[in-house]
């Protein structure tokens, strides 16, 4: 079956850097878009930043744009998103999700979801 698998989430001081990666399997991975999207407490799931499967293009919030970057390893079945000058704002759940072949910002348009990573900024 599909499974996607984040890591890389963790407690970091506001300014710094993390990288999360979310390995896939059971899929046919350069078919895929691939989506990272965050949930912080209290809040809907919102879409951070977006690959799409034929490589062309890149999508980002407004809120994350200059300070995140997506990128995707197709021989290792892999997206990462490198979050770099961190706030405490950007403290949630962060959660990959796969869509085939068609991007979309709306998060009820992806076919798979990993469980999530958490990340932790401080003040």
């Known amino acids: 079956q599909v499974q996607l698998v984040e890591s890389g989430g963790g407690l970091v001081q506001a300014g710094g850097s993390l990288r999360l990666s979310c390995a896939a399997s059971?899929?046919?991975?350069?078919?895929?878009?691939m989506g990272w999207f965050r949930q912080a407490p209290g809040k809907e799931r919102e879409f951070v930043a977006g690959y799409t499967w034929n490589g062309a293009s890149t999508y980002y919030a407004d809120s994350v744009k200059g300070r995140f970057t997506i990128s995707r390893d197709n021989s290792k079945n892999t997206v990462y998103l490198q979050m770099n000058s961190l706030k405490p704002e950007d403290t949630a759940v962060y959660y990959c999700?796969?869509?085939?072949?068609?991007?979309?910002?709306?998060?009820?348009?992806?076919?798979?979801w990993g469980q999530g990573t958490q990340v932790t900024v401080s003040s």
């Open positions: 059971g899929l046919t991975f350069s078919s895929y878009d």
């Open positions: 999700a796969a869509k085939y072949r068609s991007f979309a910002r709306n998060r009820n348009e992806y076919d798979y």
